[in-house]
Nanobody, 127 residues
Framework: EVQLVESGGGLVQAGGSLRLSCAASGITFDDYGIGWFRQAPGKEREGVSCLNMNDGSTYYGDSVHGRFTISSDNAKNTVWLQMHSLKPEDTAVYYC????????????????????WGKGTLVTVSS
């Protein structure tokens, strides 16, 4: 059974930092891309970042580029999303997903193929 479990969300003041974790099980980690997505109330889901495990390529959404960093520990099947300079508009439920792969260009990306999703972790940024 594929499981992705997010953790690390919480309440932070604007300008602060948080690090989210995504622990994956039931998949061969190196065969997938791991993406972070978020959904704010009343808004559509937005791609935040994605990391292809097979070649280490990374992608970021335009709204987080330069503030967020995605990284991984393949031995632990874990991906992190380090978030700095948080803004109230970053408030959302953050989901990680294991996907067949991700691609795109600076400021925008998409995932393709199969996807497995976690249940999400809430990030609230107060002004």
């Amino acid at each position: 059974e594929v499981q992705l479990v997010e953790s690390g969300g919480g309440l932070v003041q604007a300008g602060g930092s948080l690090r989210l974790s995504c622990a994956a099980s039931g998949i061969t980690f190196d065969d997938y891309g791991i993406g972070w997505f978020r959904q704010a109330p009343g808004k559509e889901r937005e791609g935040v970042s994605c990391l292809n495990m097979n070649d280490g390529s990374t992608y970021y959404g335009d709204s987080v580029h330069g503030r967020f960093t995605i990284s991984s520990d393949n031995a632990k099947n874990t991906v992190w999303l380090q978030m700095h300079s948080l803004k109230p508009e970053d408030t959302a439920v953050y989901y990680c997903a294991a996907v067949t792969g991700c691609s795109g260009y600076p400021g925008s990306f998409y995932y393709y193929g199969m996807s497995y999703w976690g249940k999400g972790t809430l990030v609230t940024v107060s002004s």
